[in-house]
């Protein structure tokens, strides 16, 4: 006998739990992956936009840095009445045009750091860090020059922490109205036996001045209300073949008298260092300290050759201003005038290395009044982004950049940005 058992079919609550079907599944990761990448491709995108605005900030960042020390130690150039003298070998200011090939901070030592090829070393010489001290001359005893003050050789000047101001007839110089004189850098070359350039301003002409060197043999920084300043004009440490060449026609000025001022004179070259590791540029922008118009760094310290200022600084550029025919104005002509010193001002070129074609040997840059420094600098990312190709770099102020390293396929993913700052030299003439 047959039973048939029929099977009652699957509950609807069961049925419901097989899950999803292959294809549905396929479907399902399909999308959420469409999703993910898209995400992902977003997370990426202001991943790397982020990293370019930090890169970007970081070099905008040093050319500020750069930028500030150089243009606020250009507007101090030549403080101490020093003259401008003749560019580009000036006295307050002066410049190397267009680094050559392995060429170094200190020409022809190899031992210096070495400088950037096409860049340019700016110095800057002035009374910057340190007061100009007042001298009361008038006081007996004050200064004495040795043999004679017409020609002298040597001498002593002392100088008082208290400055005469506008006081009473008869008033004592340290009643009130007296101005406070900070003597501490004044001290401390003396007790450190450093040969500083001393610059004294004549009390008869504010414009004329002298360069001289501390004697720190002769002089005595025991009294701090009182230092007294030995110097020496001749036969010191920098003074023959170095100081005296600061002063113009290079020697101590006829006419002199007695100085109303005392300064420490300090030099300043600005540079962009060039630095390889493994063979990829490592550009600085750095500063140089010198006893002025020497090859020596300050207080002997090799350290004082190169200052970082600023990372990836690849160029430095001065161009220089000049009102050559007196009409208060600086005139462009670009490119310059194929006569120059013509007086026509529409053919007048009065911009000093803004063109490869200038010629600085020219007599027409002796004449005029030197008016404003310009300074520009070119900075770059420290990465590279291999999503962005750089134009090519062509002609920055005077510097051609035809053939250099810094346009091959590599240098270009650097993003670049450039400042140029117009500097007014107030203390030259």
């Given at each position: ?275 390889r590791v493994d063979a990829e540029l490592m ?77 600085d040997t020219l007599p027409v840059w002796a ?63």
């Amino acid at each position: 006998m047959n039973i048939t058992r029929s099977i009652p079919p699957l509950p609807l609550a069961r049925r419901a739990e097989r899950g999803y079907s292959l294809s549905e599944l396929v479907v399902s990761m399909t999308a959420s992956l469409v999703l993910i990448l898209g995400v992902l491709g977003v997370f990426e995108m202001n991943s790397r936009m982020a990293k370019v605005q930090n890169d970007l900030a970081d070099t905008q960042q040093s050319l500020r840095a750069g930028q500030h020390e150089l243009v606020r130690m250009g507007r101090m150039a030549g403080r101490g009445s020093l003259g401008v003298g003749v560019i580009p070998a000036g006295r307050a200011v002066a410049v190397r045009n267009n680094a050559a090939e392995e060429e170094y901070i200190s020409p022809g030592d190899d031992s210096t750091p070495g400088v950037l090829e096409g860049t340019d070393v700016v110095t800057l010489r002035g009374v910057f860090n340190s007061s100009l001290l007042q001298i009361q001359a008038d006081v007996p005893n004050t200064v004495v020059f040795n043999p004679s003050a017409a020609a002298p050789t040597d001498g002593t000047i002392r100088v008082r922490n208290l400055a005469v101001a506008t006081l009473p007839a008869g008033a004592a110089v340290g009643s009130a109205g007296a101005v406070p004189q900070d003597l501490s850098p004044l001290i401390q070359s003396i007790t450190l036996g450093r040969p500083e350039a001393l610059v004294l301003v004549s009390a008869t002409n504010p414009d004329n001045f002298a360069v001289v060197e501390l004697d720190p043999a002769n002089s005595n920084a025991t009294n701090p209300a009182e230092v007294v300043v030995g110097f020496r004009v001749t036969g010191g440490t920098y003074t023959d073949d170095n100081y005296r060449h600061l002063m113009p026609g290079g020697a101590y000025p006829a006419g002199f008298g007695m100085p109303a001022y005392l300064g420490i004179l300090e030099e300043y070259r600005y540079y962009v260092r060039e630095l390889r590791v493994d063979a990829e540029l490592m550009p600085t922008l750095v500063r140089a300290r010198t006893y002025p118009n020497t090859e020596v760094p300050y207080a002997s310290q090799v350290a004082n050759w190169s200052t970082e200022l600023a990372e990836n600084v690849f160029d430095l550029q001065a161009v220089f201003g000049f009102d050559q025919n007196t009409d208060g104005r600086v005139t462009d002509v670009n490119p310059p005038d194929p006569t120059p010193g013509d007086p026509s001002p529409a053919d007048m070129d009065e911009l000093l290395y803004d063109h490869p074609n200038d010629d600085d040997t020219l007599p027409v840059w002796a004449s005029g009044r030197l008016a404003w420094l310009r300074v520009t600098t070119l900075s770059r990312t420290d990465r590279t982004d291999n999503t962005y190709e750089a134009p090519q770099l062509l002609l920055v102020e005077d510097h051609d950049y035809a053939g250099s390293e810094l346009n091959n396929d590599k240098n270009r993913r650097h993003r670049r940005r450039i400042v140029s700052t117009h500097v007014e030299l107030r203390n030259v003439f």
